[in-house]
């Protein structure tokens, strides 16, 4: 997994999947329920926005549940294995290869040094770095609006769970 011409690989897959991006709004798409679900549980669930503190303090308990052996890295294994529940959705709509390539893609760009593992570091950035770029304002919070156009994952799961 940790070759180029395996990134290649999945890129070219992705393809398929990753042209509505640019497109997806927050309109009724496979996926946009559990999304809006998952930005209302960073924080509190009534808030209109987030911070980075909030969104840093989701991103180390998601670590936690996905490190399911807890040595303080995601293995590839743990990574795919673990769920928000997107997968049920891709199974429903006979997506499931676009929503592994997106897996695998997210993997690859969160795991920096190509290693094979996701350790906290890797993932910090990862996250900060994704939260600056849903960030479309750069008013240092995320709108329900910008984490579902914006946030990476979001926006890589429900582009593959998409037909378009």
């Known amino acids: 997994?940790?070759?180029?011409?395996?990134?290649?690989?999945?890129?070219?897959?992705?393809?398929?999947?990753?042209?509505?991006?640019?497109?997806?709004?927050?309109?009724?798409?496979?996926?946009?329920?559990?999304?809006?679900?998952?930005?209302?549980?960073?924080?509190?669930?009534?808030?209109?926005?987030?911070?980075?503190?909030?969104?840093?303090?989701?991103?180390?308990?998601?670590?936690?549940?996905?490190?399911?052996?807890?040595?303080?890295?995601?293995?590839?294994?743990?990574?795919?294995?673990?769920?928000?529940?997107?997968?049920?959705?891709?199974?429903?709509n006979g997506r499931q290869q676009a929503f592994q390539a997106a897996r695998n893609i997210l993997f690859a760009n969160w795991d920096r040094d190509s290693d094979g593992t996701i350790d906290r570091r890797e993932y910090h950035r990862a996250m900060a770095w994704d939260y600056r770029r849903a960030d479309a304002n750069d008013d240092a919070f995320l709108t329900r609006e910008e984490f579902l156009r914006g946030y990476t994952v979001i926006k890589t799961y429900r582009a593959a769970l998409s037909e378009q």
Do not use: C, Y
């Open 1 to 92: 997994m940790n070759s180029k011409p395996t990134l290649a690989l999945l890129l070219t897959l992705m393809t398929p999947v990753a042209t509505p991006l640019a497109a997806q709004s927050t309109e009724a798409t496979p996926g946009q329920e559990l999304s809006e679900l998952i930005f209302g549980s960073i924080g509190d669930s009534s808030a209109t926005e987030v911070d980075m503190g909030q969104f840093v303090d989701f991103g180390r308990s998601i670590f936690v549940s996905i490190d399911s052996n807890e040595d303080g890295e995601i293995a590839h294994e743990e990574f795919v294995e673990w769920d928000f529940g997107f997968e049920f959705i891709a199974d429903e």
